[in-house]
């Protein structure tokens, strides 16, 4: 396997490669473990088979983390099929730009390797091999009080777009980095409860973009600017 990034999670070395089919057994069956060690199963939307099977073949990227021979983390971009649900329309993205969108799709890590920051270096390490020349944006989404993985997306650069129901029914924050620019300045700032939807709805209606989260009194808020 080629070794596109080194590291040590501790005393342990690992290292990350680039995930392909053959690979499939061993991610399912790492997202299968994820998933049961998991308290609040609702902050996971586990792919099917069909889905990585679809990333695998061409349509995105998958990097794994790896000690000795055991897969014990993985990242995955996906390029989307353009339907009624894609993340564009939620950021304001041209139609005809949509081929450029990337999603940040799910990110996994054992159990027994939590507390090193691996999400956050397979992040720095999927986001430095993006095709710059074929892709302009990144897209995802993240259900409010899922903390690490908000917190992951904003020390990424990545901003909310929009608070709606995605997925049939569920509550989501969409994130969004146009990967050509720099973020703009901002004047205005208000910080509002992560729990207090309408207001969230509100500002981004009135152009306000979410650009960080902090805790308080043991409850979190979000900053939006404009």
């Not at 995105?60 to 894609?86: S, T």
């Not at 997306?153 to 990545?158: A, I, M, N, R």
């Amino acid at each position: 396997m080629e070794k596109i990034y080194e590291g040590m999670l501790g005393e342990t070395p690992f290292f990350v490669t680039t995930l392909n089919l053959q690979h499939l057994q061993e991610i399912e069956k790492l997202q299968l473990e994820v998933y049961e060690y998991l308290a609040d199963k609702s902050i996971l939307q586990p792919l099917s088979t069909e889905e990585f099977d679809y990333i695998l073949s061409g349509n995105g990227m998958m990097i794994g983390a790896y000690v000795g021979d055991e897969l014990m983390a993985f990242r995955a971009l996906l390029n989307p099929p353009v339907d009624d649900e894609h993340l564009g329309y939620d950021c304001g993205i041209a139609e005809e730009e949509f081929h450029k969108v990337l999603y940040q799709e799910i990110s996994n890590v054992s159990p027994t390797y939590r507390g090193y920051g691996l999400q956050k270096t397979l992040a720095q390490v999927i986001m430095g091999h993006i095709d710059l020349k074929k892709y302009d944006y990144v897209c995802s989404t993240v259900k409010p009080y899922n903390i690490p993985s908000l917190k992951d997306k904003f020390s990424q650069g990545l901003v909310v777009k929009g608070l709606k129901i995605k997925y049939v029914d569920k509550l989501r924050y969409i994130f969004y980095k146009d990967l050509r620019q720099e973020q703009s300045a901002f004047t205005e700032k208000k910080s509002i409860s992560m729990g207090d939807t309408v207001g969230q709805q509100q500002l981004l209606k009135q152009g306000y973009t979410g650009t960080s989260m902090y805790e308080d009194q043991g409850d979190w808020f979000v900053v939006y600017e404009k």
